[in-house]
């Protein structure tokens, strides 16, 4: 068995070839076959870059506002409570909404995610 304890440790900021804005990554834990837990806290209009998930993610909502979209999709709102799934290989962004933070649990599988070009501020806007 393996705990990270939220008290423990410190939050390690969001660096800007994954994110933009402010953002703080809790220490998580890894489990086997490349799944890890991590919680994420952005700032207000904050978000992750376009990226994608050789197995897939699962995101929480635990505080705030936030939003999610999958690339040429519909945009969501998050609100406490809410959980996603994103299916593998599917480019999306999450993060902050324009006028609020947000903090979720985001569960990833299947290995490192890969990465890509920042989302624009008209890209952040569609689908809302």
């Known amino acids: 068995m393996e705990i990270a304890n939220g008290y423990q440790g410190s939050y390690e900021q969001g660096d800007a070839g994954r994110f933009s804005g402010r953002v703080w990554l ?3 834990v ?3 076959e490349g799944t ?3 919680v994420v806290h952005f700032s207000a209009g904050a978000r992750t870059h376009w990226h994608r998930h050789p197995g897939g993610q699962l995101l929480f909502c635990v505080s705030g506002r936030g ?3 999958s690339r040429g999709g519909q945009g969501h709102v998050l609100l406490p409570g809410d959980t996603v799934y994103i299916p593998p290989t599917e480019w999306h962004y999450h993060g902050g ?9 985001a569960v990833s599988m ?3 995610a890969e990465w890509a070009d920042p989302v624009t501020g008209q890209e952040y806007d569609e689908g809302f």
Do not use: E, K, T
């Open 36 to 38: 890890g837990m991590a």
């Open 97 to 105: 909404g324009p006028d609020s933070p947000m903090a979720h649990v």
């Open 26 to 28: 809790s220490p998580g």
């Open 110 to 112: 299947g290995g490192p």
């Open 30 to 32: 890894a489990g086997p």
């Open 67 to 69: 939003r999610v979209r």
